[in-house]
């Protein structure tokens, strides 16, 4: 009986012992699991953060690059609105009509002069807003001489020639054939980008109202 309340003794103290390493263990073991959940949440929302920084930048950068685009696309698209616009005006006949075509060439260009003249160096038409016509109509006679001399020989005469002046302004002469002389269509631009080919969507309407008797 003495030897049996010792070994008991120490069989209680050994499942204590037992008992209380394990609740310290599951103690542990709980705070190691709440600071791992703790370190999840917090690289979740840093992973978020992140990513949401990451979709900020890249909008951005699509941003810039479209605005780029569009930025360097913008006189290539003004330039076909253009041609479009120049392509599917209405026309009639006679010199009345020529006049408005002339008016709408100048409307939808936002050209300040739009004329017409003859080989001889003598004006045909021009807009309702025209200025210096007869000017305009010298001009247009020593362009085509430019022409035949820059096209002798070989060499084929130019059929466009774009001039720039002191003051900033551009002229676009543009040459062509009609039934029985040639004939230079001229634009004075306001300040709106002219190119050699600007005007020749307009070419063929202006051919074929000249080819009606006022």
């Not at 840093?46 to 810039?64: D, T």
Request: net charge neutral; proline share 4%.
């Amino acid at each position: 009986m003495n030897l049996l309340l010792p070994l008991i003794a120490a069989l209680a103290a050994s499942v204590l012992l037992l008992t209380s390493g394990y609740l310290i263990g599951v103690r542990r073991g709980a705070v190691a699991r709440e600071r791992l959940r703790d370190v999840t949440i917090q690289q979740k929302q840093a992973l978020q953060l992140a990513y949401r920084e990451l979709s900020r930048k890249v909008e951005e950068h699509e941003q810039g690059l479209r605005a780029t685009i569009e930025q360097a696309l913008a006189p290539l698209v003004s330039r076909e609105k253009l041609s479009l616009d120049l392509a599917s005006l209405k026309t009639g006949g006679g010199s009345r009509d020529l006049t408005l075509l002339l008016d709408k060439i100048a409307e939808v260009g936002n050209f300040v002069t739009v004329a017409l003249s003859d080989s001889e160096g003598l004006p045909l038409a021009g807009n309702s807003a025209a200025r210096d016509l007869d000017r305009i109509a010298v001009n247009s006679s020593l362009v085509l001489l430019m022409a035949d001399r820059i096209g002798g020989g070989d060499m084929p005469a130019p059929t466009a020639i774009l001039v720039r002046d002191g003051a900033d302004q551009a002229t676009l002469y543009r040459i062509f054939q009609a039934p029985d002389q040639r004939i230079v269509l001229t634009a004075v631009s306001s300040g709106a980008p002219l190119t050699l080919t600007t005007l020749d969507p307009a070419l063929a309407k202006v051919a074929g109202m000249l080819s009606f008797e006022p």
